[in-house]
C-alpha cells in the first residue's frame, strides 16, 4: 500500500531538510512563553475588528487586516504576526529555520519551517489570542495609489478567523452559499470585508493597468486517509478571497520594501526578471492571434491575456501554465539602497520583497528583523554579504520545497491513475529540457513526461497523447505522442 506520508518524510531527507527538531532547539522552545504585553511599550490596537482569511486546514495564521474608510481613500492596516519576537537571530531556533527557510505544503503532511507550538499557536493570530503584531499601515486612494504608508509594532487580536471559499461565495453571493456563522448577525465584519474587498480590487485595477499578468491556475491536493493511503485528487482554483488576500499583500510588501530603502537598510527582495524566453512567448501568442513586440513587454503581454481569457476560457489555463513556465522562475535577491535591482516581471512592479509570513518563510523573517532597525533607526542586523548569502539559501530551498511537494503530488496522482492506463487525453506541453519534454492534462491536472523524442514541440503545444505507464512509489507519470 502506497505510504504517502512515508514518501513526503524520505523526500525532504533526500532534498536536506531537517525533520526533527535540533536538541538545542527543541529546549529554546521548551522555554518559549507569551511576552507581558502590559508592558510591551506599544500601542494597543486589540479592540479593533481584525479577522483573518485564509485556507480552511491553515493553523499558522500569519497576518490579519482591518479597514477604515476616510475621505479620498480606505486606509488598510495588515498586522503580521511579530515571529522575530520568540526566534530570536543566531538562536538555535534561528538556526533550524535558516537550514530550511520555508516551511513545505506536500498536501499530506505540513513540515513546519517553525515548530509547530511556535507556528500554529504563540506566534500564530489565532482568533481570540491576544499577539505581538508589525504592522502596514497605508491610505489607498480611490484611484489604487497607495498615497500614504508606514511600518510600526502593536498588540493585536484577531476577531474572525475566516476561509476563503466562504467568503469567497458570502461576497459573490453564490445561490445556496452558506453564510459564515461569524459573519451572521454582524454587521460591522461585513463591512470590513466589503472595505477591503473593494480596496483590493482598486489594487489590482492599476497594478494590471501597469502590466501585472492575469493566470488562471489550479493547485492539485491530495485526499488521503489517516494511514496516508490516496482516495481522490481535488483541484482547487483562486477565487474572490484569495485574491482579495494577495492583493493586500503585494501592496503590503511593497510598502516593506519602500520602508527599507526609504531608513537607508538593505533588503532582500522577491523578483522575476525579464523573461529569458520571450521569443516563445510571442509565437505562442502568434498562434492565438497575438501580436505581441519584439522586446518584453508586460502591458501588452497582460492585454494578450484578458483578451484570451474573455474570448477563449476553455483553454485560458492551459495558456496560463505555458506562460508561467515561460517566464521562469521567482528567487531572492539582496538589494542595497540606491542600487538598481530587477523587479517582479509577471507583478509588474519594481520594488517588492516577502514580508508578510513569517512563521513559514525565513525570508520574510529577515524583512521583520530590517524594518524592526528601521523603526528604532539602528543599523541592519546583517551585512550585506550575510544577505546576499541568505536571499541565495532562500531560493534554492525553495526549489527543493517545490520539488518535494510537486513529488508527492505526482506520486499520488499516478496512484489515482494506475487504472486509466492506455487512457488518451488533450494535453498541453508544459516543460522542455535536456532530459525529454513534460506535458499536463487537463482532467485531472496531472504532469508526466513524454516518451520519445520531442525536437518538434515546444512549450505551449497542445497534444494528443496517451497514457503508457506509472510508478506511484517514485511519482512517474508517462505519456505516448499520438498527435500534435
Given at each position: 500500500m ?10 525532504m ?12 532547539a ?7 512563553a ?8 506599544i500601542?494597543?490596537l486589540t479592540?479593533?475588528?481584525w479577522?483573518?482569511i ?14 477604515a ?5 480606505t ?8 515571529v ?10 534561528d ?7 520555508t ?7 505540513t ?9 500554529t499557536?504563540?506566534s500564530?493570530?489565532n482568533?481570540?489570542e ?23 509594532s502593536a ?8 476561509t476563503?471559499?466562504?467568503v ?5 453571493e ?8 461569524r ?5 460591522d465584519?461585513?463591512?470590513q ?13 492599476r ?9 488562471q491556475?489550479t493547485?492539485l491536493?491530495p485526499?488521503v ?7 481522490d ?20 510588501n511593497?510598502?516593506n520594501?519602500g ?15 525579464t ?5 516563445r512567448i510571442?509565437a ?6 497575438g ?6 513587454d508586460a ?8 483578451q ?11 495558456l ?5 513556465k515561460?517566464?521562469g522562475?521567482?528567487e ?5 539602497p540606491?542600487?538598481?535591482?530587477p ?9 517588492y520583497?516577502?514580508s508578510?509570513?513569517p ?6 523573517l529577515?524583512?521583520?528583523r530590517?524594518v524592526?532597525?528601521?523603526q ?5 542586523p546583517?551585512s ?8 541565495t539559501?532562500c ?7 517545490n ?11 499516478a ?17 522542455i ?7 499536463r ?6 504532469e508526466g ?12 503545444h ?12 517514485r511519482?512517474?507519470?508517462d505519456f505516448a505522442?499520438?498527435?500534435?
Amino acid at each position: 500500500m502506497l505510504n504517502l506520508r512515508a514518501i513526503a518524510r524520505q523526500a525532504m531527507l533526500d532534498r536536506g531538510f531537517i525533520v526533527s527538531l535540533p536538541e538545542a532547539a527543541q529546549h529554546e522552545l521548551n522555554n518559549a512563553a507569551e511576552p507581558r504585553f502590559d508592558s510591551a511599550g506599544i500601542r494597543d490596537l486589540t479592540s479593533w475588528l481584525w479577522s483573518s482569511i485564509d485556507n480552511d486546514d491553515s493553523r499558522d495564521l500569519d497576518q490579519i487586516e482591518f479597514a477604515a474608510k476616510e475621505t479620498g481613500g480606505t486606509r488598510i492596516y495588515i498586522g503580521v504576526a511579530d515571529v522575530d519576537w520568540f526566534v530570536r537571530a543566531n538562536s538555535a531556533l534561528d538556526d533550524a529555520a535558516q537550514h530550511n527557510t520555508t516551511s513545505v505544503y506536500t498536501g499530506v503532511q505540513t513540515f513546519p519551517m517553525l515548530p509547530e507550538r511556535l507556528s500554529t499557536d504563540l506566534s500564530s493570530l489565532n482568533e481570540g489570542e491576544k499577539r505581538l503584531a508589525v504592522v502596514t499601515e497605508m491610505l489607498i486612494a480611490d484611484d489604487g495609489r497607495v498615497t500614504e504608508s508606514t511600518m510600526y509594532s502593536a498588540i493585536v487580536q484577531n476577531k474572525a478567523q475566516l476561509t476563503y471559499d466562504a467568503v469567497a461565495a458570502w461576497l459573490d453571493e453564490e445561490p445556496g452559499a452558506k453564510t459564515p456563522q461569524r459573519l451572521l448577525g454582524n454587521g460591522d465584519l461585513q463591512v470590513q470585508l466589503k472595505m477591503q474587498d473593494a480596496a483590493a480590487h482598486l489594487l489590482r485595477e492599476r497594478r494590471h493597468e501597469a502590466g501585472a499578468l492575469t493566470f488562471q491556475t489550479t493547485e492539485l491536493r491530495p485526499v488521503v486517509t489517516p494511514d496516508g493511503t490516496v482516495v481522490d485528487l481535488q483541484a482547487h482554483v483562486h477565487n474572490r478571497a484569495t485574491r482579495l488576500i494577495e492583493d493586500l499583500m503585494i501592496a503590503a510588501n511593497e510598502v516593506n520594501a519602500g520602508f527599507l530603502e526609504q531608513h537607508g537598510l538593505p533588503s532582500i527582495r522577491r523578483v522575476v526578471k525579464t523573461p529569458a524566453r520571450w521569443d516563445r512567448i510571442r509565437a505562442l501568442a502568434a498562434l492565438m492571434g497575438g501580436n505581441l513586440p519584439e522586446e518584453p513587454d508586460a502591458v501588452s503581454l497582460e492585454a494578450f491575456l484578458q483578451q484570451q481569457q474573455r474570448t477563449n476560457p476553455a483553454h485560458f489555463a492551459e495558456l496560463s501554465l505555458s506562460v508561467i513556465k515561460l517566464l521562469g522562475r521567482g528567487e531572492y535577491m539582496m538589494k542595497v539602497p540606491g542600487e538598481e535591482a530587477p523587479g517582479h516581471f509577471g507583478l509588474a512592479v519594481q520594488n517588492y520583497s516577502h514580508s508578510t509570513a513569517p512563521n513559514r518563510r525565513y525570508a520574510d523573517l529577515l524583512a521583520q528583523r530590517l524594518v524592526k532597525a528601521a523603526q528604532v533607526r539602528t543599523n541592519s542586523p546583517y551585512s550585506v554579504d550575510e544577505l546576499s548569502a541568505l536571499a541565495t539559501r532562500c531560493t534554492q530551498k525553495e526549489d527543493d520545497a517545490n520539488k518535494v511537494e510537486r513529488l508527492v503530488k505526482k506520486c499520488a496522482a499516478a496512484a489515482m491513475l494506475r487504472s486509466h492506463i492506455g487512457q488518451q487525453y488533450e494535453a498541453v506541453v508544459s516543460g522542455i529540457n535536456a532530459d525529454g519534454a513534460w506535458v499536463r492534462i487537463t482532467h485531472p491536472p496531472v504532469e508526466g513526461k513524454l516518451e520519445g523524442a520531442a525536437k518538434h514541440l515546444d512549450v505551449g503545444h497542445r497534444v494528443h497523447v496517451r497514457l503508457v505507464s506509472v510508478n506511484p512509489e517514485r511519482g512517474f507519470i508517462d505519456f505516448a505522442l499520438i498527435s500534435s
